[in-house]
């Protein structure tokens, strides 16, 4: 019986529990770190569309999953992951840290939004290295960074379209899309796509370019199974990476060689749509983002 129909009562602990395990995997404070806060001052207006689609707890974490397995498509992508992260034991980590900066490029204070940036590329400058072939590959290259900010801002926008906005005009995603490129060239992407008709067609330009290997499988067998911050928590992560699996094109499925369980689709996606709307509700008025 979906969470609605149930009694108040019978619902309201099984919402606290759940808000509880989403906390348990975003948790700002157990980390130092201060909770981001929405501010009047932010690079975007309130209400603005990236606002709407960035806000959602459900969908960022579906979509940041699914653009990090399409970001590792990429042999430049994949090198800069595999030579110069930490992700064979903090993939939730890392995760986070791209919520985290999404969260404040997008809603605190202009000042501390341009200071994330520029963190972001005093790090880019500092990851080079050669991809097996023996080709030089330079996280600061504009056409890498474009596949970066493609590759999340599409899935960004379509697990919020799946799970949060069905109905969204085309006119609104083309507003989102303008929007992130402003966060996509003060980091120093080119191209950057201001509308969903570019940002497709520039997939398909960089398609030719994406292959995988075993490197590729082994990172995402780790992004898939990694270890949940808490039992209470690993019935919801599993249910982010399924609907994360889901979102990816066919094409990216195969190139993964992930398994495609068709029969379970259904069940996917009205699990992870009912924690969605839970979580939605469950954060009304709560003025800090996702």
Not at 144 to 153: K, S
Request: charged share 20%; aromatic share 6%; with cysteine.
């Amino acid at each position: 019986m979906p969470m609605a129909l149930l009694p108040a009562s019978a619902t309201r602990p099984l919402q606290r529990a759940l808000v509880g395990r989403v906390r348990a995997i975003f948790n700002d404070r157990a980390r130092g770190e201060q909770p981001v806060t929405r501010s009047a001052d932010a690079l975007f207006p309130e209400g603005s569309v990236i606002w709407r689609v960035h806000g959602d707890v459900t969908t960022m974490m579906v979509g940041g999953i699914a653009a990090l397995l399409l970001q590792m498509l990429h042999p430049g992508a994949l090198a800069g992951i595999w030579d110069h992260s930490t992700f064979r034991d903090d993939m939730l980590g890392r995760l986070r840290r791209t919520a985290r900066f999404i969260a404040i490029t997008t809603y605190a204070r202009q000042a501390d939004a341009l200071a994330a940036i520029e963190r972001v590329r005093d790090v880019h400058d500092h990851v080079t290295g050669r991809l097996p072939d023996g080709t030089l590959y330079h996280a600061s290259d504009p056409q890498l960074l474009a596949w970066v900010h493609v590759t999340e801002a599409l899935c960004f926008l379509d697990a919020w379209i799946r799970y949060g906005e069905p109905g969204m005009s085309r006119a609104d995603q083309d507003i989102y899309f303008a929007q992130f490129a402003t966060i996509a060239r003060r980091l120093g992407a080119d191209p950057v796509p201001e509308t969903r008709a570019q940002a497709e067609a520039l997939i398909d330009h960089m398609r030719p370019q994406l292959a995988a290997d075993a490197r590729t499988h082994e990172v995402a067998r780790i992004v898939l199974h990694q270890k949940s911050p808490s039992a209470a928590a690993a019935p919801i992560q599993a249910m982010t990476m399924e609907a994360a699996i889901d979102l990816l094109p066919k094409w990216a499925q195969a190139m993964h060689a992930l398994p495609r369980r068709h029969w379970r689709i259904p069940a996917i996606r009205f699990s992870t749509a009912l924690v969605a709307g839970t979580l939605r509700w469950a954060f009304a008025g709560d003025r800090r983002p996702a």
